[in-house]
């Protein structure tokens, strides 16, 4: 640099420091440079930069913050201009894939023990309070057939299989379909209670009454008070109209007998001996006409009585008096089975429970030993598992009985259930209860699953084997309505520039937002990466 540069950026700088700035001693030392010439300015300038330390500080924060403003304007873009600038967006793609595609109804489901129902008793039978007196049982037992399920008044409540809840005491002569129910549930048990097809009540129902308690372990129910007395007073009356009917029975063969061979002969002689006499009146005094005229009375009063003899007997009085006794009989007889059957065993409606689908679970217990039964006496349920849950109408339409599902179980794994009801909900956009009965389960998962609301996928439809399948939003229509498919040959991220091709393609299966496809017309591969967007 020459001393004209560097004199005259000393100069503009000194100036910049004004005339307030120069002190006495500047002042002399402007005059010494006056005199000195360029040497004496040179002289100056570490003076100066010396006192004016704060001023020179300023200038130098001012120059780097304008160094700074300058480099960042430089790379900083407006956001309007830095949208401009944006690369153009690629492709939106999805790969091809090729698996077992599955339509699934997903519902949620409770599980517990299927067929809950409330015990009720009728002990209107029981001549005192309906005290429960023994076996009642805890809740978790199963009842089964001929189990006992309760003790009421020291009298037990068998448990049979059978859906008709009883309603009135069996016993001989009734007839109707809970005696049809009753054969049937011994058939069950391998008790002889007759022909179900009879719905009659008859001895070997009742022979079958006896069986039964004694399986249970409990004697039969006890006859009506009177009744063995009342047999033993018919059976005298029968004994009394079976004499009375063969004292009958000998009067009427003797009326019906005829006369005897002396009866006969008395009255011939009686008819001969009349005859003598007349004959001999006419032949000695003819004209005895009063003697002759009572002759003849006696001869025809003789023959009369002979021809009474030869006649058949009137036993009208005798028949009558047999008729009479032997409707005495029957009566007697009549009331001699009514009184034997009143000592026969019976079926009281309230020492039998009738229950479906043996053996049942005791889900709660409401009687207790010692108190009186009021209400429901327990609460039963299925023994095994049941899964149900509910659908939408348009939902239930895709469903039926036997179709497979599987739920959730708590460690996650799945486990078969099938379809067992599909029952329609009350009103029009009700929805539909579906029960389902899951396959056979271990102790563990039985008490992990009770109560336990658990995921249910039920497939409606699904493919046979793999398929390939691509998202519905790759699907565009042909100009013909067919199905088309557009594979990227290049990179998706040149967007429009990007290198593609259509595919026609005919379709299947639709489930979970993907779609089957078969190409129709190019190729089509697994991975190949198809457009859902742009």
């Known amino acids: 640099m020459s001393e004209r ?48 330390r704060p001023l020179w500080i300023t200038a130098a924060v001012a120059v780097v913050a304008l160094v700074a403003g300058l480099v960042v304007g430089r790379f900083v873009v407006a956001p309007d201009p830095a949208a401009a600038q944006a690369p153009t967006p690629g492709l ?3 790969p091809v894939e090729f698996g077992a595609l599955s339509n699934d109804v997903t519902i949620r489901g409770e599980i517990g023990y299927a067929d809950s129902v409330e015990v009720t008793l009728d002990t209107s039978a029981i001549s005192g309070p309906a005290v429960v007196t023994g076996q009642v049982p805890e809740t978790g037992a199963e009842l089964g057939p001929l189990a006992v399920a309760l003790e009421v008044a020291g009298r037990p409540v068998v448990v049979l299989p059978g859906e008709l809840p009883a309603y009135r005491t069996l016993r001989i002569g009734v007839s109707g379909p809970d005696v049809v129910q009753f054969k049937e ?3 069950a048990v391998g008790i002889d209670a007759g022909d179900p097809a009879d719905a009659v009540f008859d001895q070997r129902a009742a022979a079958a009454v006896t069986e039964l308690y004694a399986q249970a372990g409990y ?14 007073a018919a059976q005298d009356a029968v004994r009394g109209a079976e004499q009375a009917v063969a004292a009958a029975q000998v009067e009427l063969a003797g009326a019906q007998g005829g006369p005897s061979a002396v009866d006969v002969r008395e009255a011939d002689n009686a008819v001969a001996s009349a005859q003598r006499a007349l004959d001999a009146a006419q032949a000695t005094t003819p004209d005895d006409r009063v003697v002759i005229g009572d002759l003849r009375d006696t001869l ?12 058949a007997p009137d036993t009208a009085a005798q028949r009558a008096q047999l008729a009479a006794a032997q409707d005495q009989l029957d009566q007697a007889r009549d009331d001699l089975a009514a009184a034997r059957e ?3 065993p019976v079926l009281p409606a309230g020492e039998v429970l009738y229950l479906a689908q043996l053996p049942r679970r005791v889900d709660a217990v409401a009687a207790k030993r010692g108190s009186v039964l009021d209400g429901a006496a327990m609460t039963v349920s299925g023994a095994t598992l049941a899964l149900s849950g ?20 708590p460690d996650g794994g799945e486990h078969a259930a099938t379809i067992t009801e599909v029952t329609p909900g009350e009103g029009e956009d009700a929805r539909w209860t579906v029960a389902l009965e899951p396959a056979p389960l271990t102790p563990e998962q039985v008490t992990e699953l009770q109560g336990t609301n658990v995921r249910v996928g039920i497939p409606v439809g699904a493919t046979e084997g793999d398929v390939l399948s691509v998202p519905l939003a790759a699907l565009t229509a042909g100009p013909g309505g067919e199905s088309r498919v557009e594979v990227v040959d290049g990179d998706p991220r040149d967007g429009a520039r990007a290198e593609t091709h259509l595919v026609t393609v005919e379709t299947g299966l639709a489930a979970d937002g993907a779609v ?6 190019g190729d089509l591969a697994e991975g190949d990466l198809v457009v859902v967007g742009r």
């Open 5 to 52: 540069e560097n004199t005259s950026h000393f100069d503009v700088v000194a100036r910049a420091a004004g005339p307030d700035d120069v002190g006495p001693d500047d002042a002399a030392a402007d005059g010494a440079a006056a005199t000195g010439g360029r040497r004496g300015r040179r002289l100056t300038w570490p003076a100066s930069l010396q006192r004016n």
């Open 92 to 94: 939106v793609t999805v």
């Open 185 to 187: 549930a011994m058939r």
């Open 219 to 232: 004697p039969r129910p006890e006859p009506e008070e009177g009744a063995a007395e009342g047999v033993g």
């Open 300 to 311: 025809a009063l003789a023959q009369l009585r002979r021809r009474e003899l030869d006649a």
């Open 342 to 344: 009143a000592v026969l």
């Open 390 to 409: 509910t659908v939408a109408t348009a939902d239930a339409r895709l469903l039926s009985a036997g179709m497979p599902a599987s739920f959730e179980l």
């Open 516 to 521: 089957e496809v078969r190409p129709a017309d």
